[in-house]
């Protein structure tokens, strides 16, 4: 699985650059490995679809299954370095996820270091902060208050180590709330920015 993991990454850095041949050669040896594997097969129809070939692109993007994280995932990883490959994916991620905010957030990020701010403000708008509030800002404070009270009862009661698992667990729910709950402030204030 090690060197299945390093071919990828070559194969990847490759592609970034744009060596199609050679990221295509990186593809074939790992399916000829592993012939179902879906980040080759995915990565064989990007290089297909880049390459002018999109009846074959269409073909391995049904083999690798549901390419829409796939593509994001893709996009995501392409934003600094080619932000306009970076778009391509992040609108075939957004043609298969209306719904995706981190796609839309993402696209008018990138629009707004384009400088198109019509497009923008176009992402931005459809950003949904009902679902981004609830999921990334309220549960997880809730789910931390919780703990607290939970480990507060707990230390007095004398039981500690319970109480220190609790509070561990706390940390980590804090973590997890500062990342996401990030992200959904940011999407706050682009979608207010832009109205």
């Not at 000829?32 to 999109?54: C, Q, S």
């Not at 609830?134 to 180590?161: D, E, H, Q, W, Y």
Request: proline share 3%.
């Amino acid at each position: 699985m090690e060197s299945l993991r390093k071919t990828l990454e070559k194969t990847l850095q490759f592609y970034e650059q744009k060596d199609y041949v050679n990221a295509e050669k990186g593809v074939d040896e790992v399916l000829a490995a592993y012939p179902d594997f879906p980040r080759a097969l995915f990565m064989r129809a990007v290089i297909f679809e880049e390459t002018g070939r999109p009846g074959e692109a269409e073909e391995y993007y049904r083999k690798a299954g549901a390419p829409s994280l796939l593509w994001l995932r893709l996009a995501m990883q392409l934003e600094e370095k080619d932000p306009e490959r970076a778009l391509h994916y992040f609108e075939k991620a957004k043609d298969a996820d209306e719904q995706n905010n981190v796609v839309w957030l993402s696209m008018g990020t990138i629009y707004e270091k384009l400088g198109r701010r019509d497009e923008a403000r176009r992402c931005f708008a459809n950003i949904s902060l009902q679902r981004e509030i609830v999921t990334k800002l309220l549960s997880p404070t809730g789910f931390l208050i919780i703990m607290i009270t939970g480990a507060i009862a707990m230390l007095r009661r004398g039981n500690t180590a319970l109480a220190s698992l609790v509070i561990a667990s706390g940390v980590v729910c804090l973590f997890w709330l500062k990342r996401d709950g990030g992200r959904a402030l940011q999407m706050m204030r682009k979608k207010r920015q832009y109205r």
